[in-house]
């Protein structure tokens, strides 16, 4: 029997983090409010305003975030004036002077994305998800989140090539390459940093929900069961519940009474979870596999 702890916390996060202990934290994963967006609820910021906006709050997610941790910010340009507006460049430009490391970016593919027409582009069918880090060497466990090889192994390793049998540098001089044989026998292979995935969620009482399978994929990433996952906008609780049903502790903050007693009512503050319980959660495999490189 694991008991993992929640904390739920009614407030702005940029005056409530200041109360969380320094190096603290293993994973944050939060969707703060897109420029502009989700106006009714949280007042909306403007594009022009959002760095200076949002500076104050990831210098707190920096202090409280152990060494070791990660940062994963799902975040969204948009459309001003019939181009795209530079803010989210701007924020990764600005917090890479505050001392963070831009390691990586994944990207969410929508795969049922809302329709619609423009009169000079396409529908978004995709989110940003960009992972900071304090330092160079942070954990990161990358089996946990491996998928099935697909059927593209059957095809390609049922004949080998010769050059399939030798490593196969790249022809364009950038050092990678590949030996297809080492794939021989193997029942999965690591993932891209695309993920393909609908947009249904569980809860459909905020204004902005993201699928459970979205934190749980870089839950399972990024830490172990024990762990403390943040979010500082926590919303009506998706990435607290989620981290919890998989044996992580995590806190959430949140700005707006009535979300708040929407995950107050749903998430307990201890939970106690069964061996067999943490067990199947193991098991998982809801994401697409692909070819290896």
């Known amino acids: 029997m694991t008991t993992v ?3 739920l916390i009614l407030g702005d996060c940029a005056k409530e ?5 320094d190096d603290s934290i293993d994973l944050i994963f939060t969707s703060p409010p897109y420029a502009d967006s989700r106006a009714n609820s ?6 022009d305003q959002y760095v200076e906006w949002f500076l104050p709050i990831s210098q707190e997610l920096y202090r409280v975030l152990k060494p070791s941790g990660t940062f994963i910010l799902n975040i969204k340009e948009k459309v001003v004036n019939g181009e795209r507006h530079t803010y989210v460049i701007e924020l990764i430009l600005a917090m890479r002077k505050q001392g963070w490391l831009w390691t990586e970016e994944f990207i969410w593919h929508k795969k049922n994305a809302y329709p619609g027409k423009w009169p000079n582009r396409f529908r978004d069918a995709w989110e940003r998800l960009l992972q900071f880090n304090k330092a160079r060497k942070f954990r990161m466990f990358q089996e946990a989140v491996m998928v099935p090889m697909g059927d593209w192994a059957e095809r390609r390793l049922r004949r080998l090539s010769q050059t399939d049998r030798i490593r196969d ?9 590949k030996r297809v044989a080492n794939w021989i026998g193997r029942q999965k292979a690591y993932p891209t940093n695309v993920l393909h995935l609908a947009t249904e969620t569980k809860n459909r009482n905020h204004s902005a929900v ?12 990024f830490t172990q069961e024990g762990d403390w996952v943040l979010d500082p906008f926590m919303g009506s609780g998706t990435t607290v519940r989620v981290a919890q049903r998989m044996g992580r502790n995590a806190i959430g903050i949140e700005i707006l009474p009535e979300y708040y007693q929407l995950a107050k009512a749903i998430i307990p503050p201890l939970a106690h979870l069964p061996a067999r319980q943490l067990s199947l959660l193991e098991e998982t495999e809801p994401y697409e596999s692909v070819e290896p490189e």
Request: aromatic share 14%.
């Open 210 to 221: 993201f699928p459970d399978d979205l934190p749980e994929w870089f839950i399972r990433l």
């Open 169 to 177: 540098n790249s022809r364009v001089g950038s050092g990678f390459g």
């Open 42 to 47: 949280y007042g909306g910021i403007k594009p």
């Open 17 to 21: 983090l200041k109360h969380l202990a």
């Open 5 to 7: 702890e929640a904390r």
